[in-house]
């Protein structure tokens, strides 16, 4: 449909490269038409998790290094996609390790610690009331903190996914592996059993309407 | 603004909640496991693992994303390039940097001063005499079948064997392995159990009553510890008829060599 991220090569015939990579007909050959097939969305990978371009390359030479080391145990008619992420997302992850033992090491650890490092606290809403509003906020939030608990696994985590995370409901359904219709619904039923928890202390009711 | 004040404390609430569940969540799952996640391919105890570790875990939430993304791409300029580099790391790997030798497949090698094979050198005589005798019919099928076996056979059925396993390309579940009745050839790729120690091999296929149906000799392990062989689907009688189990024995070193494993092959 002159979608050009379509792949243009359909998974027979890598099925088919694979096995003859495998079978040691000229694998010099096989293995770099297997390179140049996936170095887009291998590189892509890298790239999209801000790494430098020299990083990028680098990593994805791992990436491949990986595959060629592995290519013997690899068992043909297994889909070689997601073994490919697998190796690309542990190169990324060694390289995480990597850049992070150099920080702990070198003298430029940055004074605000990194969004994703450990010790981050959640956000904290300004009391910009007296003491006694204060009181009354905390309060609240204890108790959203309890309805939050007594919720269903499954609500709670489309509920977190969806105003914690901001995930788009097609989005959570990925995530939790579960269909729109039925993230839809565990939405609606959170929303639902948080107003009838919290609806006649707190007011919420009209909050969820 | 009492609802803008609502919504913020629902969504610090929840805040709270993802920090203090991202301690009990554990570590990062493995990427497989998240390909495997996503794939719904895992088992049910460790995919409720993932996606407790999903709801709490922005980076992995963003990595899971990307499984779907390694597709094969029409290659371009940069790939070309990048190739350059990528062949010159690999080159200093001893898998694509060794001898020659190493990098062609072993079928069975051409008898030098002893046969590779019990019943080709003969079958091949035979087929001299029928030719002889008039038998075009039969000189032309076994001349189609040579002819067959010499060339490439990258779309012949694979059967992928590992040491006490059977696979195939394709085979949900594995263990059993079908051979379309169009089908005259196959290929078997014998995962060695380790690396490989000896510089020839030797194969047998032998059927459910202990009869050797095949036997071949000469063979060298390719660079990545597999022996692949490319045989006649009629060697194996009971491809077609119902299920019929087999088992391949791999004996590597000069001679008869030492039994190095037993594959199992289960036909339907």
């Known amino acids: 449909v002159g979608n050009e991220t379509l792949p243009a090569v359909s998974e027979p015939s890598v099925d088919a490269l694979l ?14 038409q297997l390179f140049l097939l996936y170095h887009r969305p291998v590189y892509g990978f890298f790239a999209r998790r801000g790494l430098a371009p020299e990083d990028c390359q680098e990593l994805t030479q791992e990436t491949f290094l990986g595959i060629h080391r592995g290519m013997g145990s690899f068992r043909l008619g297994e ?10 997302a542990n190169a990324y992850r060694k390289h995480r390790r990597y ?9 430029e650890l940055p004074l605000d610690a990194p969004a994703d490092e450990p010790g981050r606290s959640a956000p904290v809403l300004a009391a910009d009331g007296g003491p006694e509003e204060e009181t009354l906020r905390r309060e609240r939030l204890r108790l959203l903190r309890e309805a939050i608990e007594k919720l269903p696994e499954q609500m709670r985590a489309c509920l977190v996914l969806r105003i914690h995370g901001g995930l ?3 989005e959570i359904a990925t995530q939790l592996g579960r269909s729109i219709d039925t993230v839809k619904t565990h939405l609606s039923q959170a929303r639902k059993r948080l107003t009838e928890e919290l609806g006649e202390n707190l007011g919420w009711r009209e909050e969820w309407s | 603004m ?16 993802v920090e203090e569940a991202s301690a009990e969540a554990g570590p990062h799952p493995d990427p497989a496991d998240l390909a495997a996640y996503l794939g719904g391919e895992l088992a049910d105890d460790r995919a409720d693992a993932v996606r407790r570790h999903l709801v709490v875990c922005a980076e992995c939430r963003e990595l899971l994303l990307e499984v779907e993304r390694f597709a094969p791409s029409p290659p371009d300029a940069d790939a070309e390039a990048a190739w350059e580099a990528m062949a010159a790391r690999l080159a200093d790997t001893p898998a694509l940097s060794g001898a020659p030798a190493a990098r062609v497949v072993p079928f069975v090698r051409p008898p030098a001063s002893k046969p590779a094979s019990r019943w080709l050198p003969w079958a091949v005589a035979a087929s001299f005499l029928l ?20 060339g490439p056979q990258v779309n012949a059925p694979i059967v992928d064997l590992y040491p006490g396993s059977a696979r195939r390309s394709g085979a949900a579940g594995g ?37 050797v149906v095949w036997s071949g000799g000469g063979l060298a392990a390719n660079p990545y510890g597999s022996l692949t062989l490319i045989l006649p689907r009629s060697l194996l009688a009971g491809a077609g008829r119902g299920s019929e189990e087999y088992s391949v024995r791999l004996y590597g070193g000069a001679g008869d060599g030492e039994l190095i494993d037993v594959y199992s092959l289960a036909l339907e």
Not at chain 2, 137 to 148: E, I
Request: net charge neutral; hydrophobic share 40%; charged share 25%.
């Open chain 1, 99 to 107: 850049l992070a033992a150099g920080r702990r090491q070198g003298q």
């Open chain 1, 168 to 170: 788009k409901y097609r």
């Open chain 2, 2 to 17: 009492v609802m803008k004040d609502r919504a913020a404390e629902l969504e610090s609430a929840l805040g709270q909640w």
């Open chain 2, 131 to 150: 030719v002889a005798a008039g038998l075009g019919s039969w000189a032309l099928t076994l001349r189609r079948a040579v002819l067959d076996l010499g």
């Open chain 1, 19 to 32: 096995a003859s990579i495998r079978a040691g007909e000229t694998p010099e050959d096989g293995f770099r």
């Open chain 2, 175 to 211: 263990g059993a392995v079908e051979l379309p009745s169009g089908v005259r050839l196959f290929t078997l790729i014998l995962n060695l159990p380790g690396p490989s120690e000896h510089d020839s091999y030797r194969a047998e296929i032998v059927d459910g009553g202990g009869r």
């Open chain 1, 79 to 88: 889909p070689f996609d997601p073994w490919l992420f697998t190796v690309a």
